[in-house]
Nanobody
Framework: QVQLVESGGGLVQAGGSLRLSCVAS????????MGWFRQAPGKERDFVAT????????NVADSVKGRFTISRDNAKNTVYLQMNSLKPEDTAVYYC??????????????????WGQGTQVTVSS
């Protein structure tokens, strides 16, 4: 049973940076498309960033373009989300997710069939 475990969240001032990590158990991580989503209180879970199995293809939401970068290290079974120039509106629980049936990426929440537990990111003004 593959599991995803996120880490790296916390409290940061506006303008600061955080790097989230998501470690996957199991040997098949390198074949998965991966993504990051976030959910603020009272709101839906929204797409943030996604990456193909090889890392060659990435896509990020317009709201974070130029500030957030997704990457992966298949040797470490890890996907990262580097978040710079953080804003209070970035405050949310951030979730890592996997498309276990495909190595391609997707902006659609419904494409993902494996989710982590989430990590809280709070940006103070």
């Amino acid at each position: 049973q593959v599991q995803l475990v996120e880490s790296g969240g916390g409290l940061v001032q506006a303008g600061g940076s955080l790097r989230l990590s998501c470690v996957a158990s199991g040997r098949t991580f390198s074949s998965y498309g991966m993504g990051w989503f976030r959910q603020a209180p009272g709101k839906e879970r929204d797409f943030v960033a996604t990456i193909t199995w090889s890392g060659e293809g990435t896509n990020v939401a317009d709201s974070v373009k130029g500030r957030f970068t997704i990457s992966r290290d298949n040797a470490k079974n890890t996907v990262y989300l580097q978040m710079n120039s953080l804003k209070p509106e970035d405050t949310a629980v951030y979730y890592c997710a996997a498309i276990t049936r495909s190595g391609s990426y997707s902006r659609l929440r419904t494409a993902y069939d494996l989710w982590g537990q989430g990590t809280q990111v709070t940006v103070s003004s």
